[in-house]
DNA sequence: TTGAAAGCGCTAACAA
DNA sequence: TTGTTAGCGCTTTCAA
């Protein structure tokens, strides 16, 4: 039923032509004479030959494809800010004639994902998305011998890899002595999930701040959860209704700052007067209006950079060439209605 | 630097047996001996055999892939509602041994990028997403003889193809009804980009409504725009200046039912009170808290289960399995604060 | 029930 | 600069 689609072979004959040059030409190979190779491009253009994959796959032995497991089940929040990431890394991908191969796991299951891209070459590389602690993912990668590429820092010391991160400490550390400035004691954190590298630095850096300051960290203003909308608005909630409900929060996601500014305006609250909101924002444009949370920007804002650079990384490992690990920076905005600490 | 992984010959030769017994052993074919067959398996298991993708795809001509191609540009914000489906229809895929190639492509891009997964034999079908008028996707696909499934019903007659779809001019039309039975006469409707099948259902929907209770549509109040939280909050931002505002709204979208949300607030409004909110919800739970905004709910609620069920779709369609269209019904729900219409 | 042999369409040594 | 010859690892006739 599918059209058939020419070969290189027919191509040959067609030119009368061996396959082999016709391949070398196509490939760009130096060695062909110019005008053979006019004549050839002409040839597969006029009769649109496209070679076909699994043969070229199959020949050279590489998939030309990068891989990029998604655990289902806990994570799956993580979604709106995965999709910004793959529209980054899959237009890299696509310009090199390299495809992208999405794999949805149940949480448990990610590992043997990993070992059956590896075991049938479906994939030359992989993207391994939010390392965690005690992550077994870049130990099995290295043993499987599959390049990869961290999108966060690895938490303890797993063995060599290259990563692309922010710098998620020195960020929190900037907006919790920002508040800290503006007079805010009480200043409560709404993290990620604990065992993720970017919640643990985040939280070091609050932490750091806190500690300088001279202010105690109230233990039960610290909340490390998936970072939702429902699971912000709750946790606000709870901290609103305290007696000494906390004047500031930080937060980790655009996400959950959408649930506090609604549970700070349930609990009858004003945001920027009452409680001051500062979020890590994940540039997803389609959430948010400017000024409305007040937020803590990044230069790590476009997610869908970070989806860029981290497939142009993993290509380069592929291509065997080195590659650093990049830490980017970060850059404290201040939001519209980021006040004092009320009396 | 690739663990090798063993191949179908070397385990043929442990076990000192033909390539051919092993792989008819392995895919299940009946004319094997039942205890070599185990003899075979066992061995296979043992050593972690695994067959090479690439080879089996290169000899069955079958990609076992099923491509999703996705536009860039005006559409993107149809990411977060992406992201669920993918999950529903990657799951799928990965049952049955299939592979989830995604292409991202530049809005322009969008037929070559078929072209080139057809003739480069990358995948045994597609999915097509969110069909418009004059959808040149459909005619396409059809010459190049790739099976493919609509999500959503296709405009007008572009030969015999296969979608899933919810019936959106039947629930539009039940939730312009239900205000009209509550008092209201200014409905607004904030719909998705005019050329979106879905959106010109659902518009027919509401304009019947209206027909029907006997109340003239203004076109000043059908909006049709992206489903951005942005675009959500200015629209109805000019609405509610308006001297005869709006006293509900109707959305296309939870993204840009937020975006209302926020401007009838910032407006010194009241949501439930001044003005009746009724949305289509994709069931993004991550956006989203029970009642707020009152909402209207069809089964088609869960997106992922739509990919799902595209997945299993367009496999059967690979199998050359005879595959039945499917239009889902729908469910209204009252929000909590859905009132009558203010005097 | 098993095996031998011939590809699938391409790339890549090695020759010419 | 071009062509010849082998494969890549698997499936699949066709024989035995």
């Not at 070229?56 to 929040?77: D, N």
């Not at 043997?112 to 049938?120: E, F, K, M, N, S």
């Not at 099995?140 to 010391?157: I, M, Q, S, Y």
Request: glycine share 8%; proline share 6%.
């Amino acid at each position: 039923m599918r059209t058939p689609g020419m070969t290189l072979k027919e191509l040959a004959e067609m030119l009368s032509l061996s396959p082999t040059t016709v391949s070398r030409a196509l490939n760009g190979y130096p060695e062909v004479n110019a005008e053979t190779r006019a004549r050839i491009e002409a040839a597969a253009r006029e009769h649109g030959y496209q070679p076909n994959t699994m043969a070229r796959k199959l020949a050279t032995g590489k998939a030309m494809a990068v891989g990029h497991v998604i655990p289902l089940g806990e994570h799956q929040m993580i979604n709106p800010i995965f999709a910004e990431f793959m529209t980054g890394a899959s237009e890299v991908y696509s310009k090199v004639g390299y495809e992208t191969i999405l794999t949805v796991v149940p949480e448990k299951g990610e590992e043997d994902a990993y070992r059956d891209l590896a075991r049938r070459h479906s994939v030359d590389g992989v993207i391994v998305h939010a390392p965690r602690t005690g992550d077994p993912r870049i130990k099995l990668l290295t043993e499987l011998g599959l390049p990869f590429v961290l999108h966060g820092r690895p938490v303890g010391d797993d063995g060599p890899s290259v990563c692309l991160d922010i710098k998620n400490a020195r960020a929190f550390r900037q907006a919790t002595q920002f508040l800290i400035d503006l007079g805010h004691r009480r200043i409560a954190l709404l993290n990620g999930l604990e065992q993720i590298s970017f919640a643990l630095r985040r939280r070091a850096g609050y932490e750091q701040a806190m500690e300088r300051g001279g202010i105690a960290t109230d233990p039960s203003l610290s909340a490390h959860q998936e970072m939702t909308e429902t699971n912000g608005y709750n946790t606000t909630m709870a901290w609103m209704q305290r007696a000494e409900r906390p004047t500031a929060i930080l937060t980790s996601s655009i996400i959950s700052a959408i649930g506090v500014s609604r549970a700070v305006r349930d609990a009858g609250l004003e945001l920027g007067h009452d409680v001051s909101l500062i979020t890590h924002d994940d540039d997803l444009s389609f959430l948010r209006n400017e000024g409305d949370p007040p937020r803590f920007t990044t230069t790590f804002s476009s997610i869908s950079a970070a989806g860029h650079r981290c497939a142009e990384m993993v290509l380069d490992l592929i291509a065997g060439k080195p590659v650093e690990s990049e830490v980017w920076d970060c850059q404290l905005v201040e939001g519209r209605s980021t006040g004092p600490a009320p009396a």
